[in-house]
Nanobody, 126 residues
């Protein structure tokens, strides 16, 4: 059973940066498509960024394009989300997720997720 653990969330002022990390506890994530979702109160989780196994294919939600960067280090079983120029509307719980099989499973609607982290709260103050 793969467990994902996020870190790096917290309180930050608008315009500043944060980097989230997601590390697998047991097995390699090198064969999984990885992504970051976020969830606002009362709504479903939404995919904001995804990266395929070789790290060559990347998806970004329009609202974070140009501000967020997803990357992975397969040797460390870790996925990152660099968030720059944060805005109050980025305040949410951010979840790391993984999907085995075709990379399209994670970015489909609805997404097919095999592994979830427990989430980390990002709060952006104005």
């Amino acid at each position: 059973q793969v467990q994902l653990e996020e870190s790096g969330g917290g309180l930050v002022q608008a315009g500043r940066s944060l980097t989230l990390s997601c590390t697998a506890s047991e097995r390699t994530l090198s064969d999984a498509t990885m992504g970051w979702f976020r969830q606002f109160p009362g709504v479903e989780r939404v995919l904001v960024a995804a990266i395929n196994r070789p790290g060559s294919g990347i998806y970004y939600q329009d609202s974070v394009q140009g501000r967020f960067t997803i990357s992975r280090d397969n040797a460390k079983n870790t996925v990152y989300l660099q968030m720059n120029d944060l805005k109050p509307e980025d305040t949410a719980v951010y979840y790391c997720a993984g999907s085995q099989g075709p990379s399209t499973r994670l970015i489909s609607n609805p997404p097919s997720v095999d592994y979830w982290g427990k989430g980390t709260l990002v709060t952006v103050s104005s």
